[in-house]
């Protein structure tokens, strides 16, 4: 399990790290694609492209109920009724045994 500044270095390359998602999709399309992190918003909860949540889901749920969970508790940290008003695209990382089969 890695914690938020890991995460972040690890898709955006915010603390360093020169071999990461943004960097490697950016080298794959030969810059046809390209991410960044948004602002900074949500009254603070999103920095540098991050944030974390609390849910009450369980991962025996799974994957659909915790991506609802999600879904909705960013849309109550950041005032708004779909994600996709503070960014283009946003990616979850899973609590361990949320996706069953895998």
């Known amino acids: 399990t890695a914690n938020l500044q890991t995460l972040k270095d690890s898709v955006f390359g915010t603390n360093g790290d020169p071999v990461n998602l943004k960097s490697q999709f950016e080298a794959c399309s030969y810059d046809k694609l390209t991410f ?4 900074n918003a949500c009254d603070g ?19 659909d ?11 109550n940290m950041c005032g708004t009724s779909n994600p ?9 990382c899973l609590p361990p ?3 069953g089969g895998i």
Do not use: K
């Not at 960044?36 to 602002?39: D, F, K, M």
């Not at 109920?65 to 849309?75: P, V």
């Open 65 to 75: 109920a915790m991506r609802n969970a999600i879904t909705s508790q960013i849309n």
């Open 84 to 92: 996709s008003t503070i960014a283009d695209h946003f990616m979850y």
């Open 36 to 39: 960044g992190p948004p602002a």
């Open 45 to 63: 909860a999103l920095v540098d492209g991050a944030m974390e949540v609390t849910v009450t889901t369980s991962p025996s749920q799974g994957d």
């Open 97 to 99: 045994n949320t996706l």
